[in-house]
């Protein structure tokens, strides 16, 4: 009787996990995974562009924060109640450990950038198009943030102390200038694959802003003199997903661990209008001391500003007071002062430009650059690291950089 019963028991049991068997294997795909091959579709491009741009809003203002703490834009200190990392005290005082957490991490999401964006143009490649459009917004983004990763492989990273550069699929030790090379030639070929004028302009931008870092003024003239205009709208980086604008979760209202050289709060006192664009609050360290930190990026989602025409105007001044470019570059720096509200100088030289960047760029991450191209002093001894180390994770598993 008691086998009887067991049998009962289990039969049901038995079919109800055959019945389940079948369930699972009748159900619809996931629709939240897509296999990589079919990615390769004419239907797939704008998701895949999009993930591109998304990837690249995660990283940029995260390596431009970075950029401003190393330079002496930025800094950090324990005398902040809130203040707790000492990965940023190491990149504050040039002295950075090869196993940093935050520029390891940093570093691998720039790479990712760099992949994604080189694999979104191989992917057009492979796609007999129909529609000229998708063509052209997967070409023109694939190249735009190709090179845009590059220009920061280039001016935020560096093997040595004082040599910057970076690496590409475990490759070998590309340095910077050969780097910066690269991203103007895919940033040309952005523009190449857009009749969009304003993209055009971006891009003109950008690529004289690639030669600015490399010292080179006279091949920046012509494409800052075809860059963004007056009126045009900022190029910006855009946080859809709210938790990664680093300057406001580390440097600003999120949490305030890294915060502006006081000098900024001696340009708003001197000039109270300079509150347009240099927009700061404060915060009393444990010792007494007030630190001012950055409000530009008051919220999670704020955007990060990558490029604007005020930028160009300044890069456009520059040429004309080094002797690369003509034109009036007084008239140039007065336009971008007046549109934030600011009284219009009566004489620009290049110290005096030098602080209208300061000012104009302000945790935009160009400061960093400023300083390695010469425009501006540095401000650590000689022997502190003047890029972000590439870390040694990478030095680990990439045999092009034994022995080196």
Request: glycine share 6%.
């Amino acid at each position: 009787m008691k086998k009887i019963k067991y049998l009962l028991l289990v039969l049901p049991l038995l079919l109800f996990i055959s019945a389940c068997e079948d369930y699972i294997t009748d159900v619809d795909p996931l629709i939240d995974v897509v296999q990589d091959n079919l990615l390769t579709s004419e239907s797939q491009t704008e998701f895949v562009v999009r993930g591109v741009q998304q990837r690249f809003s995660v990283v940029a203002s995260q390596i431009a924060c970075q950029m401003d703490l190393l330079s002496d834009q930025m800094a950090y200190t324990s005398d902040i109640a809130s203040a707790s990392f000492p990965t940023f005290e190491e990149i504050d005082k040039g002295a950075i450990v090869l196993n940093n957490a935050t520029t390891t991490g940093t570093y691998r999401q720039l790479g990712e950038l760099r992949f994604f964006a080189d694999d979104l143009v191989k992917r057009a490649g492979q796609i007999t198009f129909t529609n000229t459009a998708l063509q052209t917004l997967a070409l023109y983004n694939g190249n735009l943030y190709g090179g845009i990763a590059r220009f920061y492989l280039a001016t935020a990273f560096g093997f040595r102390e004082n040599q910057p550069g970076g690496t590409i699929d475990a490759g070998p030790f590309i340095p910077a200038a050969t780097l910066l090379d690269q991203a103007i030639e895919k940033f040309t070929a952005a523009g190449n694959a857009t009749t969009d004028a304003l993209s055009k302009r971006i891009v003109n931008s950008l690529i004289a802003k690639a030669y600015f870092a490399k010292g080179a003024y006279a091949q920046a003239a012509t494409f800052a003199a075809n860059g963004m205009a007056s009126g045009d709208a900022n190029f910006n980086a855009l946080h859809n997903d709210v938790s990664n604008i680093y300057y406001w979760g580390f440097a600003g209202a999120g949490r305030v661990q890294i915060y502006v050289a006081d000098r900024f709060n001696t340009y708003v006192t001197a000039d109270p209008k300079e509150t347009a664009r240099i927009k700061i609050s404060s915060v009393k360290g444990t010792s007494g001391r007030t630190y001012y930190w950055q409000t530009k990026y008051p919220d999670k989602g704020s955007a990060f500003v990558v490029m604007t025409w005020r930028e160009n105007n300044l890069m456009r001044a520059e040429l004309i007071l080094r002797g690369n470019a003509t034109g009036d570059a007084l008239a140039l720096v007065n336009a971008v002062r007046t549109a934030s509200g600011l009284t219009a100088l009566t004489s620009i030289n290049l110290t005096s430009l030098m602080e209208e960047r300061d000012k104009e760029m302000f945790c935009q991450g160009t400061r960093l650059i400023d300083q390695n191209r010469g425009a501006v002093p540095w401000h650590l001894a000689a022997t502190t690291w003047r890029y972000m180390p590439i870390p040694q994770t990478e030095r680990d598993a990439n045999p092009n950089l034994k022995g080196l």
